[in-house]
């Protein structure tokens, strides 16, 4: 494993910003060796051991290790941690105007409203552009509410940029743990789906919509978080035709969200 190339005095010399931005560094190259199978259980303690000790250096938070063997834990949670990185130097909270400024006519009420209690639950994502394209569809599909699981909400002005007003019509209810938040849901009657290509996963199409409905779409990098697909009872996915094996979150919950829309209104 490739050792952090500063030492304490070093790197408590540059700014907090500095700071984050070689460690976000370090951490995204140990990440890459994740994703690509070349991390055993011994250079994953190395890292683990080298990562704390940087983290006791600059005084933030220990990095809890992650149960030994479990290789998709181990991305999801280096995955997390150069996310807190990056949020620590407000990284993720600069988008960019990827469009004009659209104005509509939009209605206080639409004629054509259905209620389904459905919900869409949102496992970690990073991108504000596609939390606010999501604001925008689950509005437009009569989705009841969003839960925004590690997820920034419509209180930040990047969310509001793409929702387009759509944000002040949809709900959102924020958690540290959405494992449990759906757990508590599940007691409340509501059925959980996870959208995530996985074994005895059925097309988006084949499956019994039904009322009182929580969908799940995880994060842009590894979907859906072990924790979380462990509550779900039951598992959907979107049928590629292509060469490409996914599709953008936003885009995914598009398709989703309208095809159950259409199912349960007519």
Same mark, same amino acid.
């Given at each position: 494993?490739?050792?952090?190339?500063?030492?304490?005095?070093?790197?408590?010399?540059?700014?907090? *910003?500095?700071?984050?931005?070689?460690?976000?560094?370090?951490?995204?190259?140990?990440?890459?060796?994740?994703?690509?199978? /070349?991390?055993?259980?011994?250079?994953?303690?190395?890292?683990?051991?080298?990562?704390?000790?940087?983290?006791?250096?600059?005084?933030?938070?220990?990095?809890?290790?992650? *149960?030994?063997?479990?290789?998709?834990?181990?991305?999801?949670?280096?995955?997390?941690?150069?996310?807190?990185?990056?949020?620590?130097?407000? /990284?993720?909270?600069?988008?960019?105007?990827?469009?004009?400024?659209?104005?509509?006519?939009?209605?206080?009420?639409?004629?054509?409203?259905?209620?389904? =209690?459905?919900?869409?639950?949102?496992?970690?994502?990073?991108?504000?552009? =596609?939390?606010?394209? #999501?604001?925008?569809?689950?509005?437009?599909?009569?989705?009841?509410? #969003?839960?925004?699981?590690?997820?920034?909400?419509?209180?930040? !002005?990047?969310?509001?940029?793409?929702?387009?007003?759509?944000?002040?019509?949809?709900?959102? *209810?924020?958690?540290?743990?959405?494992?449990?938040?759906?757990?508590?849901?599940?007691?409340?009657?509501?059925?959980?789906?996870?959208?995530?290509?996985?074994?005895?996963? /059925? !097309?988006?199409?084949?499956?019994?919509?039904?009322? =009182?409905?929580?969908?799940?779409?995880?994060? *842009?990098?590894?979907?859906?978080?072990?924790?979380?697909?462990?509550?779900?009872?039951?598992?959907?996915?979107? !049928?590629?035709?292509?060469?490409?094996?996914?599709? =953008?979150?936003?885009?995914?919950?598009?398709?989703?969200?309208?095809?159950?829309?259409?199912?349960?209104?007519?």
């Amino acid at each position: 494993m490739d050792t952090f190339g500063f030492t304490k005095k070093k790197l408590m010399s540059f700014c907090l *910003e500095n700071q984050h931005s070689h460690i976000i560094n370090w951490l995204s190259e140990f990440y890459h060796k994740l994703t690509t199978n /070349r991390v055993n259980q011994i250079s994953f303690d190395l890292f683990v051991q080298q990562y704390n000790q940087i983290l006791q250096w600059t005084g933030m938070t220990p990095f809890i290790k992650p *149960e030994p063997g479990n290789t998709r834990l181990w991305i999801e949670m280096v995955s997390d941690r150069i996310h807190y990185h990056r949020s620590a130097t407000e /990284r993720t909270c600069r988008d960019h105007d990827l469009f004009e400024k659209v104005k509509t006519d939009d209605l206080p009420f639409s004629c054509h409203q259905i209620d389904f =209690n459905c919900h869409v639950a949102l496992d970690g994502l990073r991108s504000l552009f =596609n939390v606010g394209s #999501i604001f925008r569809t689950c509005d437009a599909a009569g989705v009841a509410s #969003i839960l925004l699981g590690n997820t920034l909400g419509k209180e930040h !002005p990047g969310v509001q940029k793409t929702a387009m007003g759509a944000e002040k019509w949809v709900k959102q *209810e924020k958690t540290t743990d959405l494992s449990q938040t759906l757990l508590n849901k599940k007691k409340e009657g509501l059925h959980i789906v996870g959208v995530e290509t996985i074994k005895g996963a /059925r !097309p988006y199409y084949d499956m019994s919509w039904k009322k =009182n409905t929580i969908v799940v779409f995880g994060n *842009e990098e590894y979907g859906i978080s072990s924790h979380v697909m462990a509550t779900c009872d039951t598992f959907v996915y979107i !049928p590629m035709f292509g060469k490409k094996n996914s599709i =953008n979150v936003a885009n995914a919950v598009s398709i989703v969200c309208f095809h159950i829309a259409q199912t349960l209104a007519t």
